[in-house]
């Protein structure tokens, strides 16, 4: 795509929280030739500084409200925790042709904290969760391949505009997303499974070893097998203090699931019975065998 | 290492089990010139003849006894439930000079069963695990590299036989091998908590979403945290079931180091204390970050 002889699809992006998730779409959409300026507003000015020296934006906002003004796509990419305070504060500038989009990774709280936060301008707002990250934080990291490949899942409202909704599909694929459709409360479901729960176990597990005597040595010999499943147990404490609070009866009710089922296996091992023990096993592994991540990826 | 010269290290290794584990280990000391002539047997004479047109092994025994007669190194590379088996059909092939070995990912339960099998010839013995593998068995994976840079734990005994602890350095170092000695005990604590544990729960994870309605929907949105958290859970069902019942008093022992760590978590969920759940993920989230396999290989 190229600006030669077309509009770009937006005139302004704003970008609240110039970080990993919203310096990589800026990137991507600049990239894409989708976008003519972006202008970027952080909480620290040390952040929107950097992407500003990083050309990740073009211009600093000195608040999110002056960000928006004059904008036709907005993205929000602050931690969960802030979303409400965010879109309360940016709710004059919003407007009816407006495309406002988060990257957040729960749903339901967000939808909720929307329609509270931006009332009648709500048909401007489509959640979105693209599925990717990195074990970093910071502009300094964004990367315009970052959703490549990536499912982006998007939990339109019945209130949500088709023409907003129209707008986040294009703009999610011309960065190289998937797109999904959810409801909030089915997204945050399968987030709690496939993503909240592995990272609640992953933190445990580090923890679990650390607080034995001797625990040092014992994890100066994880192997590879220990490399890979302890490899998000890296991320961000704040953020997935705020993402656990937010899911919790989601993130508790997969908690059961998978205690049922170590439970089982428990059982199996306290009564030396291997042929269940065994069937249990070959039953997972068969699954992950055959699993496969849908979107296809160079680091597959 | 050449063969010009020199005689090799070992004229003749009796390879038990023609699998990965063992396969690799002929072709690596093969490749190192450490070995004239490789022997092997399989209880399936399928892999052992595949052993053979693959030049993993150059003649098939008809039995592990036949194998083992006139080697001077043996290597048992059989599930750790057959162990036992194994090494009471060679004692009477095994010699005072002979170095025999095996790879199983238990310590305890096979230094139990050597000195049942071997009686008078333990000093022959030297329990070895490599801290390695793959999600795929049988001898066609077989890899000269897969020790390459990898802890091998050696857990000798009071019985070990010097001559015979300084050939298997040796034989480990010449693949590859990072040598480090433990004993049993501390062997088989430590990797029930960073290899046997985190397998239980993969598995675990894997059928607790599987079990649940939509199970298999929530499965297709997972992502590279998700890939990489279940990866291990892919693994052979006979080799684990055999694992979780062989150090079963650890790996339960394991589980409540971690069940309790995650406790508190949930408490802290439960409660809604975003302070003390921030404090639970940082720490554990510095120390993985911190982190590094101490063999720095290819795919770190």
Not at 160 to 189: C, F, I, N, Y
Request: glycine share 8%; with cysteine.
């Amino acid at each position: 795509m190229s600006l030669d002889g077309a509009r770009a699809m937006f005139q302004q992006l704003a970008l609240i929280g110039c970080g990993l998730m919203g310096g990589s779409f800026a990137l991507a959409l600049k990239r894409a030739g989708l976008v003519g300026r972006v202008v970027g507003y952080s909480r620290s000015p040390a952040s929107s500084q950097r992407a500003l020296e990083l050309g990740v934006i073009d211009a600093q906002a000195v608040s999110a409200e002056q960000a928006v003004a004059g904008a036709d796509i907005v993205l929000i990419a602050v931690p969960v925790a802030a979303t409400e305070s965010t879109l309360a504060s940016i709710r004059g500038q919003v407007t009816s042709d407006m495309l406002v989009m988060d990257v957040g990774s729960t749903k339901g709280d967000v939808v909720q904290a929307a329609e509270r936060a931006l009332g009648e301008r709500i048909g401007s707002f489509v959640p979105a969760h693209p599925i990717t990250g990195k074990e970093v934080a910071g502009v300094e990291h964004a990367d315009a391949e970052l959703y490549q490949g990536r499912h982006v899942i998007l939990t339109p409202l019945a209130t949500t505009q088709a023409a907003q909704l129209q707008s986040a599909r294009e703009a999610w694929a011309a960065v190289g997303g998937k797109l999904v459709h959810m409801a909030p409360d089915a997204h945050d479901t399968t987030f709690a499974a496939v993503s909240h729960l592995p990272h609640l176990l992953a933190f445990a597990m580090v923890q679990g070893i650390a607080a034995q005597p001797g625990g040092e040595k014992i994890l100066a010999l994880g192997g590879p097998g220990f490399r890979d499943f302890t490899r998000i147990a890296a991320a961000d404490p704040t953020m997935w203090r705020d993402i656990f609070l937010a899911n919790k009866t989601e993130l508790l009710a997969q908690l059961r699931w998978h205690q049922q089922a170590l439970q089982a296996m428990e059982q199996s091992i306290l009564h030396d019975d291997g042929p269940t023990l065994e069937r249990q096993i070959a039953q997972a592994s068969s699954i992950r065998a055959r699993w496969r991540m849908a979107s296809i990826t160079q680091d597959d």
